[in-house]
C-alpha cells in the first residue's frame, strides 16, 4: 500500500513542485564568469486616497415603518424600542495617506431635522470588520444627527476596509419620532473624510 | 558546401566554444516611470487598490547585452565567434510597502548581435533566439535579491530586447515619489 502511494505521489510531483528558476543575484559568484548585473530605477509618484461609502451600494435609503404589533395607545409611534432601529448599513473605508497623517469619518445631516425628530448615528464596531492596515478606531458613542459634522472614526492612515456588507464598521441608527411626523424631502446622511488636525 | 561550413564552425568552435566564458556587458535604457492618474486610482471604498494596474509600453525599457572588446577584437567580432546562452533574472530592492512590479518580455524579442552570423547556418549551440519565461505572461518581480526570478533566456549576444511593466500599488503604499532599484542578473553558460 505504500509502494501504491509513493508512486501515486511521484506521478502528481512534476505538477505540485514546479516553480519558476530564482537565483541568488546578492552572490556575485552565480554571474560573474561570462554574465553580468545591472539596474535601473522604476520611478513611481503615489497619489493620496480617501474614500469611504455605506454598504449596500445600489439602495442604502432606510426606511422605518410603522409595526402594528408594537402600537400602543399612549407611547409615541416610533421609541428607540418601538422598531425605530436598524443595523443593516455599514460603512467602507479605503485611505492612503502620507507620511504620519491621519483621516476621520463624520457624519452630519444635509439639512435641518423636524423638531420632532431625533436621529442617532452609532458605530457597532470599534474597529474594523475585516480590512488591512490602519483602518482607524471608531467611537462606539452614539451620535446625535444634525447639520454639524461629528466625528464617528478617527485615527484613519494608510489601509482599507474590504469591501461590502458585514465590512468595515456597522451603522446603528436610531430613529425617535414622537410625532409620527415624516423627514423633509431630500433629506440625506452624509458622511465625509478630512484630515484629522 | 555545407561540410566546408561545418569545418568553419569546428574552428570557430575551438577558438570559443569550449573555452571560458568571455565577458560581457548588460546595458539598458533608463528605467520606467509611472506617475498615478485619477484613472489608475481605487474607486470603491473598502477596496485596496491594488486591482487597477498601469502597463507600460511595451518597449519603454530595453536590454543589451554583448560580448566585451578585446584588445585585438571588437565586441561583434567576439560576439561572432563565441555563442554562449543566457538566463536573465529579475529583482527589486527598496521598494515602497505595497508596491507591486511585473514584468514581461515577448516571444523571440530584441534582435540578434550582430544580425547574422555564420553560426546562424548550423546553430550547434541552438539558434540565436529568445525565450520569455511563463510564456511571455507577467511574472511579479521579488523584492529579494537571493530569490531574483528568471525572466527569459536566450542564446548568442543579443540587442534591443523590450521590457514591459505593469505597476499596481495598495493603499499600503506610501504616497508620493519614490524610486525602486529593478535588477537584471545575467547568467552565462557554454551550453
Same mark, same amino acid.
Given at each position: 500500500?505504500?509502494?501504491?502511494?509513493?508512486?501515486? +505521489?511521484?506521478?502528481?510531483?512534476?505538477?505540485?513542485?514546479?516553480?519558476?528558476?530564482?537565483?541568488?543575484?546578492?552572490?556575485?559568484?552565480?554571474?560573474?564568469?561570462?554574465?553580468?548585473?545591472?539596474?535601473?530605477?522604476?520611478?513611481?509618484?503615489?497619489?493620496?486616497?480617501?474614500?469611504? @461609502?455605506?454598504?449596500?451600494?445600489?439602495?442604502?435609503?432606510?426606511?422605518?415603518?410603522?409595526?402594528?404589533?408594537?402600537?400602543?395607545?399612549?407611547?409615541?409611534?416610533?421609541?428607540?424600542?418601538?422598531?425605530?432601529?436598524?443595523?443593516? +448599513?455599514?460603512?467602507?473605508?479605503?485611505?492612503?495617506?502620507?507620511?504620519?497623517?491621519?483621516?476621520?469619518?463624520?457624519?452630519?445631516?444635509?439639512?435641518?431635522?423636524?423638531?420632532?425628530?431625533?436621529?442617532?448615528?452609532?458605530?457597532?464596531?470599534?474597529?474594523?470588520?475585516?480590512?488591512?492596515?490602519?483602518?482607524?478606531?471608531?467611537?462606539?458613542?452614539?451620535?446625535?444627527?444634525?447639520?454639524?459634522?461629528?466625528?464617528?472614526?478617527?485615527?484613519?492612515?494608510?489601509?482599507?476596509?474590504? @469591501?461590502?456588507?458585514?465590512?468595515?464598521?456597522?451603522?446603528?441608527?436610531?430613529?425617535?419620532? +414622537?410625532?409620527?411626523?415624516?423627514?423633509?424631502?431630500?433629506?440625506?446622511?452624509?458622511?465625509?473624510?478630512?484630515?484629522?488636525? | 558546401?555545407?561540410?566546408?561550413?561545418?569545418?568553419?564552425?569546428?574552428?570557430?568552435?575551438?577558438?570559443?566554444? %569550449? #573555452?571560458? *566564458?568571455?565577458?560581457?556587458?548588460?546595458?539598458?535604457?533608463?528605467?520606467?516611470?509611472?506617475?498615478?492618474?485619477?484613472?489608475?486610482?481605487?474607486?470603491?471604498?473598502? $477596496?485596496?487598490?491594488? #486591482?487597477?494596474?498601469?502597463?507600460?509600453?511595451?518597449?519603454?525599457?530595453? *536590454?543589451?547585452?554583448?560580448?566585451?572588446?578585446? *584588445?585585438?577584437?571588437?565586441?561583434?567580432?567576439?560576439?561572432?565567434?563565441?555563442?554562449?546562452?543566457?538566463?536573465?533574472?529579475?529583482?527589486?530592492?527598496? &521598494?515602497?510597502?505595497?508596491?507591486?512590479? $511585473?514584468?514581461?518580455?515577448?516571444?523571440? &524579442?530584441?534582435?540578434?548581435?550582430? &544580425?547574422?552570423? *555564420?553560426?546562424?547556418?548550423?546553430?550547434?549551440? #541552438?539558434?540565436?533566439?529568445? %525565450?520569455?519565461?511563463?510564456?511571455?505572461? %507577467?511574472?511579479?518581480?521579488?523584492?529579494?535579491?537571493?530569490?531574483?526570478?528568471?525572466?527569459?533566456?536566450?542564446? #548568442?549576444?543579443? $540587442?534591443?530586447?523590450?521590457?514591459?511593466?505593469?505597476?499596481?500599488?495598495?493603499?499600503?503604499?506610501?504616497?508620493?515619489?519614490?524610486?525602486? $532599484?529593478?535588477?537584471?542578473?545575467?547568467?552565462?553558460?557554454?551550453?
Amino acid at each position: 500500500m505504500k509502494t501504491t502511494l509513493g508512486i501515486f +505521489l511521484w506521478m502528481l510531483l512534476p505538477g505540485l513542485v514546479w516553480a519558476q528558476e530564482t537565483i541568488d543575484a546578492s552572490d556575485p559568484a552565480n554571474y560573474i564568469v561570462g554574465g553580468a548585473q545591472g539596474y535601473h530605477f522604476l520611478s513611481a509618484d503615489l497619489l493620496e486616497v480617501q474614500l469611504v @461609502d455605506v454598504e449596500p451600494e445600489i439602495d442604502n435609503a432606510l426606511s422605518f415603518e410603522v409595526d402594528p404589533n408594537t402600537l400602543e395607545a399612549g407611547l409615541p409611534v416610533f421609541s428607540a424600542s418601538g422598531g425605530g432601529v436598524n443595523e443593516d +448599513l455599514w460603512l467602507n473605508i479605503t485611505s492612503r495617506t502620507a507620511g504620519l497623517e491621519k483621516y476621520q469619518v463624520r457624519v452630519y445631516g444635509n439639512q435641518p431635522l423636524p423638531p420632532e425628530i431625533e436621529i442617532q448615528v452609532q458605530v457597532v464596531n470599534a474597529t474594523s470588520v475585516g480590512g488591512v492596515g490602519d483602518t482607524g478606531t471608531a467611537s462606539t458613542t452614539a451620535v446625535t444627527l444634525s447639520e454639524t459634522p461629528t466625528v464617528l472614526i478617527s485615527d484613519i492612515g494608510r489601509g482599507f476596509t474590504t @469591501d461590502g456588507i458585514n465590512k468595515g464598521f456597522q451603522l446603528r441608527y436610531t430613529i425617535t419620532n +414622537l410625532g409620527g411626523g415624516a423627514l423633509p424631502v431630500g433629506f440625506e446622511v452624509i458622511y465625509d473624510m478630512q484630515l484629522q488636525i | 558546401m555545407r561540410i566546408i561550413y561545418v569545418g568553419i564552425l569546428w574552428f570557430f568552435c575551438l577558438s570559443g566554444c %569550449y #573555452g571560458q *566564458l568571455l565577458s560581457g556587458s548588460l546595458y539598458g535604457t533608463s528605467g520606467p516611470t509611472y506617475s498615478q492618474t485619477l484613472g489608475d486610482l481605487v474607486t470603491e471604498a473598502g $477596496e485596496d487598490g491594488t #486591482g487597477t494596474a498601469y502597463e507600460t509600453g511595451a518597449s519603454e525599457v530595453m *536590454l543589451s547585452f554583448r560580448l566585451d572588446p578585446g *584588445l585585438l577584437s571588437s565586441s561583434a567580432q567576439r560576439c561572432t565567434s563565441n555563442v554562449y546562452k543566457y538566463k536573465v533574472f529579475i529583482h527589486i530592492q527598496n &521598494a515602497p510597502e505595497g508596491l507591486v512590479l $511585473e514584468a514581461r518580455t515577448f516571444s523571440n &524579442a530584441g534582435d540578434r548581435y550582430p &544580425a547574422s552570423i *555564420l553560426y546562424d547556418v548550423l546553430p550547434v549551440n #541552438g539558434p540565436r533566439d529568445l %525565450y520569455p519565461e511563463n510564456g511571455g505572461d %507577467y511574472i511579479t518581480i521579488p523584492d529579494d535579491e537571493t530569490a531574483a526570478i528568471k525572466l527569459f533566456e536566450f542564446t #548568442g549576444c543579443r $540587442e534591443n530586447i523590450p521590457i514591459q511593466f505593469r505597476i499596481s500599488a495598495s493603499v499600503l503604499a506610501e504616497p508620493g515619489a519614490s524610486s525602486t $532599484e529593478i535588477y537584471y542578473t545575467v547568467v552565462g553558460s557554454l551550453n
